[in-house]
């Protein structure tokens, strides 16, 4: 459990009543707060505090209320006020110059791939889970099409499968693998969104496939309410990058493959054609 230790600091009384506590009453405090805290949470919430949904017809009237279309890459929008002036990219760019540089859900990916590490999943998996969405900085739209079709030069096709299928997968619950539908998806895309129907094609596709526990469990230790406060680096994935990814000796972005303008439009995104 999360707690916030302003509030606990305060529910006492403020620091002065803390600091005038010994060890054993600052712990049986902390006991009793941490129960009545979780007393909150499994309490049913009253009707006028379920959370509210926006039905599609709702996000759909949106729409013309933005300057800018929800699908683009997070690398050509800024979340508040103007774009910033980015650094330059190294001459023989690497994977880890994009997670340094321009990848735009960094946070997200590493506590993704943290959760896969730390729950035994297999070294293809955890890759995976560190790569899933990075795509996003580029175009969000068909994210999981767009990120496999990225990586496909440089990784193992079971890496490729899952990058590209989670993004139907996530769609549709599995209780016997641990997945359940996520309340962020009815913010986003509607109460009573119905996937299309290439998601549903690829859905059907996936789940009778030999490696639908590899997407499967890119969707499970995916964080769809992750924690902002909680830091991970990319330093305990190190040794996975060097045996999951192929780097190019010319630098992403300069080896010709068919992705390589894919590198080259996240490291000069002001490009104006």
Request: proline content about 8%; aromatic content about 12%.
């Amino acid at each position: 459990m999360e707690i916030d230790r302003r509030l606990f600091i305060a529910s006492l009384g403020g620091a002065a009543a803390v600091a005038g506590m010994d060890h054993e009453a600052r712990a049986e405090a902390l006991e009793d707060y941490m129960s009545d805290q979780l007393e909150e949470a499994l309490a049913p919430p009253a009707d006028d505090e379920k959370p509210k949904f926006p039905t599609v017809a709702e996000l759909e009237a949106q729409i013309g209320t933005r300057p800018f279309r929800r699908g683009a890459g997070g690398v050509f929008v800024a979340g508040r006020g103007n774009v910033k002036q980015l650094p330059p990219m190294p001459a023989n760019a690497t994977l880890l110059d994009y997670f340094k540089l321009r990848f735009t859900t960094v946070n997200h990916v590493l506590q993704s791939a943290n959760r896969a590490m730390k729950t035994g999943m297999s070294e293809e998996i955890i890759f995976a889970c560190l790569i899933h969405d990075v795509s996003q900085t580029l175009i969000k739209v068909d994210h999981g099409w767009f990120g496999a079709q990225m990586f496909e030069p440089y990784v193992s096709p079971k890496v490729t499968f899952a990058v590209r299928y989670h993004q139907a997968l996530r769609f549709y619950p599995d209780p016997a693998h641990g997945y359940e539908y996520p309340d962020l998806y009815k913010r986003m895309f509607g109460v009573d969104y119905e996937p299309p129907v290439h998601i549903q094609a690829a859905y059907k596709y996936a789940k009778n496939h030999k490696w639908y526990l590899e997407p499967r469990m890119v969707t499970v230790n995916d964080l769809y309410a992750f924690d902002p406060n909680v830091k991970v680096t990319i330093e305990p994935f190190l040794d996975i990058v060097g045996r999951q990814f192929k780097q190019p000796k010319e630098g992403l972005g300069n080896d010709n493959s068919p992705v390589a303008h894919m590198w080259r439009a996240m490291a000069l995104p002001d490009a104006p054609l």
